[in-house]
């Protein structure tokens, strides 16, 4: 059973709807009072997906799962206080928390920074919430907290990086941030409380491992360094190239044998394990390298190192000054990854800790409570122009 929320260890009052959007599935969680009530995945057949393939085309189909998870929970629409969206791709912006706005909704409904349905969560929330307005005022009640209100947070394209960082050997070309904002984030905070730290004071690298890895760097509450889940600057992945060769992969571009498509496909998705293999199942790569199959323990040989060499490259960032690494993700529940990789680079962090799993729903409503508490610095998304803290 699910430990219940608590903010500084003392109890969190109110009720919080959770809305993630995936590739194909939609998921729900329901906190009354910091305690999970209920959560829900829908699946969405790839039948389904066929009919929208643009993912702003599936809002509704989305949308009708929220509906219908409240109603298989019995979730009365009026007792909901404030609903929580995973972070679609946004920018420019920081970690944190946002309320959802037309900005915003403009932005990630258009694709404008990335067409991907996580997109939705954040329309789909702010809907949620007029829809609890609505039947409220219909009812004749009013909420505990005034109005539902609908927000996002750590989205995946938060940019704290130091400006060295974010210069890249082209000044076209900087390097850009995509990363496991919201899963990492989470986990410094859950860190920070189990040493005992009144606040976030702390260095920590954090290694997210699953069908996208990234590793970033956590200094006093900002993510000062980051690798990129996408974009090729980052580790070989179950399902990812990570970092390529740079002209190599220009005479690929431009040999005719592959449309922009296909060459995506080779980088996102068809790269990493998947194209080795045929497989992101990293439990059954992780199995045939045990039983000492060749292929199979070169590349997990492979996929430990260019972890590794992003971890240890992020400590450069700080003068080699980290407090701790941590690992998450569901490839951390791995022994045989994480001592690979801790047996490279162990001897550079004087504390080291293992999360595994991908923890959002619980991360979106923790967020929710801390709004709901009161202490939240909650920022209004500008589409064109960055916040800066």
Same mark, same amino acid.
């Given at each position: 059973?699910?430990?219940?929320?608590?903010?500084?260890? *003392?109890?969190?009052?109110?009720?919080?709807?959770?809305?993630?959007?995936?590739?194909?599935?939609?998921? &729900?969680?329901?906190? $009354?009072?910091?305690?999970?009530?209920?959560?829900?995945?829908?699946?969405?057949?790839?039948?389904?997906?066929?009919?929208?393939?643009? &993912?702003?085309?599936?809002?509704?189909?989305?949308?009708?799962?929220?509906?219908?998870?409240?109603?298989?929970?019995?979730?009365?629409?009026?007792?909901? @206080?404030?609903?929580?969206?995973?972070?679609?791709?946004?920018?420019? !912006?920081?970690?944190?928390?946002?309320?959802?706005?037309?900005?915003?909704?403009?932005?990630?409904?258009?694709?404008? @920074?990335?067409?991907?349905?996580?997109?939705? +969560?954040?329309?789909?929330? @702010?809907?949620? #919430?007029?829809? !609890?307005?609505?039947?409220?005022?219909?009812?004749?009640?009013?909420?505990?907290?005034?109005?539902?209100?609908?927000?996002?947070?750590?989205?995946?394209?938060?940019?704290?990086?130091?400006?060295?960082?974010?210069?890249?050997?082209?000044?076209?070309?900087?390097?850009?941030?995509?990363?496991?904002?919201?899963?990492?984030?989470?986990?410094?905070?859950?860190?920070?409380?189990?040493?005992?730290?009144? *606040?976030?004071?702390?260095?920590?690298?954090?290694?997210?491992?699953?069908?996208? !890895?990234? =590793? +970033?760097?956590?200094?006093?509450?900002?993510?000062?360094?980051?690798?990129?889940?996408?974009?090729?600057?980052?580790?070989?992945?179950?399902?990812?190239?990570? +970092?390529?060769?740079?002209?190599?992969?220009?005479?690929?571009? &431009?040999?005719?044998?592959?449309?922009?498509?296909?060459?995506?496909?080779?980088?996102?998705?068809?790269?990493?394990?998947? #194209?080795?293999?045929?497989?992101? @199942?990293?439990?059954?790569?992780?199995? $045939?390298?045990?039983?000492?199959?060749?292929?199979?323990?070169?590349?997990?040989?492979?996929?430990?190192?260019?972890?590794?060499?992003?971890? #240890?490259?992020?400590?450069?960032?700080?003068?080699?000054?980290?407090?701790?690494?941590?690992?998450?993700?569901?490839?951390?529940?791995?022994?045989?990854?994480?001592?690979?990789?801790? $047996?490279?680079?162990?001897?550079?962090?004087?504390?080291?800790?293992?999360?595994?799993?991908?923890?959002? =729903?619980? +991360?979106?409503?923790?967020?929710?409570? =801390?709004?709901?508490?009161?202490? #939240?610095?909650?920022?209004?998304?500008?589409?064109?122009?960055?916040?800066?803290?």
């Amino acid at each position: 059973m699910e430990a219940p929320i608590t903010l500084n260890s *003392k109890p969190v009052k109110g009720n919080v709807l959770v809305v993630n959007t995936g590739s194909t599935s939609s998921k &729900f969680g329901y906190y $009354k009072d910091g305690v999970l009530a209920c959560e829900g995945k829908y699946d969405h057949p790839k039948s389904e997906i066929d009919k929208n393939p643009y &993912f702003a085309d599936q809002l509704q189909m989305r949308y009708d799962t929220a509906i219908q998870f409240l109603h298989d929970n019995n979730v009365p629409c009026t007792e909901v @206080d404030i609903v929580m969206g995973r972070g679609g791709l946004f920018t420019p !912006v920081i970690t944190g928390i946002y309320d959802v706005n037309a900005d915003m909704r403009e932005v990630l409904m258009s694709g404008r @920074d990335g067409k991907h349905v996580c997109n939705l +969560s954040a329309v789909m929330a @702010d809907e949620l #919430a007029k829809e !609890v307005n609505e039947a409220r005022a219909a009812e004749g009640v009013e909420g505990p907290y005034g109005p539902c209100r609908a927000y996002v947070a750590d989205p995946p394209m938060a940019d704290e990086m130091l400006p060295e960082c974010r210069m890249g050997g082209i000044p076209e070309l900087p390097r850009q941030t995509l990363f496991h904002a919201l899963n990492s984030r989470a986990i410094v905070r859950r860190y920070v409380a189990e040493i005992g730290h009144d *606040k976030n004071d702390v260095t920590a690298i954090v290694c997210h491992m699953g069908g996208g !890895v990234t =590793i +970033s760097l956590h200094r006093n509450g900002r993510v000062i360094d980051t690798s990129h889940g996408l974009g090729g600057d980052g580790p070989i992945t179950p399902e990812r190239a990570g +970092s390529c060769p740079p002209l190599a992969l220009v005479d690929m571009c &431009f040999s005719g044998k592959y449309t922009e498509q296909e060459i995506r496909r080779k980088l996102v998705g068809g790269g990493g394990a998947v #194209a080795y293999f045929g497989t992101s @199942d990293m439990r059954v790569i992780e199995a $045939k390298a045990i039983e000492g199959v060749p292929e199979y323990k070169l590349f997990m040989g492979a996929f430990t190192l260019t972890i590794s060499k992003y971890i #240890a490259a992020e400590t450069a960032d700080v003068c080699g000054k980290v407090d701790a690494l941590l690992f998450t993700g569901g490839i951390a529940y791995s022994k045989y990854v994480t001592d690979a990789i801790i $047996k490279r680079v162990g001897h550079l962090f004087p504390d080291i800790k293992i999360y595994p799993g991908e923890n959002e =729903i619980r +991360s979106l409503a923790e967020n929710g409570y =801390i709004v709901l508490s009161g202490k #939240a610095k909650v920022h209004t998304y500008n589409k064109d122009r960055l916040i800066e803290d």
